[in-house]
């Protein structure tokens, strides 16, 4: 028969795939795994901060029995199951909704789609975003030069239309020889500022 896939909404991070895998090939039985996949997936809990994880169990065809015919049963009427694993402990099963995810695959492009794709990336292109955020990054660190070559904070606000913060000028920034282009220097002086909001991009 076949059997829904399961969401375990909590499980310890002690168990892993396999003793997941060995828990329902016990309960089903059978010479062969009844498991096609479980995936994993890491949580924090908000309140406690513990680490737990989620789980999905994915079946092949498994013999039809009573209690995997009552179990099914159970979760495809959207009930929540106690299943316990190692006495006391269990997990709560229910029927996995979430539906799978569609990845894009390379392809060639036939003829009859070419124009919808070319249509697409043109929207794609016309909504781009312009780059302040560079363009506001390359006038301060100008205006930062020649504020330090001598230039006043006010001429330099001038030349540039940037108001300079005194305390952006504390914090690490690039040398003045890292100005022409280049990026040799950028790994021992840190990330950029933001030239906006004062904070690390």
Same mark, same amino acid.
């Given at each position: ?12 991070? *002690? ?39 989620? #789980? ?5 065809? =498994? ?13 495809? *009427? ?23 995810? =569609? ?5 060639? =492009? ?25 363009? #506001? ?5 100008? #205006? ?14 001038? =030349? ?42």
């Amino acid at each position: 028969m076949l059997f829904p896939s399961i969401f375990i909404p909590r499980v310890s991070c *002690n168990n892993n795939e396999s003793y997941i895998e060995s828990i329902f090939w016990h309960y089903f039985g059978g010479t062969e795994t009844p498991i096609l996949r479980i995936d994993l997936i890491k949580k924090q809990d908000a309140r406690s901060g513990q680490i737990y994880q989620i #789980a999905f169990v994915h079946f092949k065809e =498994v013999a039809e029995t009573e209690s995997t015919q009552s179990l099914a049963s159970q979760l495809e *009427n959207g009930e929540s199951v106690k299943f316990v694993h190692s006495y006391p402990w269990f997990w709560i099963l229910r029927k996995n909704t979430s539906k799978p995810k =569609v990845r894009d695959m390379p392809h060639v =492009v036939l003829k009859k789609d070419e124009a919808d794709i070319m249509k697409t990336q043109e929207e794609l292109k016309a909504n781009k975003p312009p780059r302040v955020r560079q363009e #506001a990054w390359d006038q301060f660190i100008y #205006a930062m030069a020649e504020y330090e070559e001598g230039a006043t904070k006010a001429e330099a606000e001038q =030349v540039h239309g940037l108001p300079l913060k005194e305390e952006l000028k504390e914090k690490k920034r690039l040398p003045r020889r890292h100005f022409g282009g280049g990026d040799a220097e950028y790994e021992s002086y840190g990330e950029p500022i933001d030239p906006v909001y004062g904070t690390w991009w």
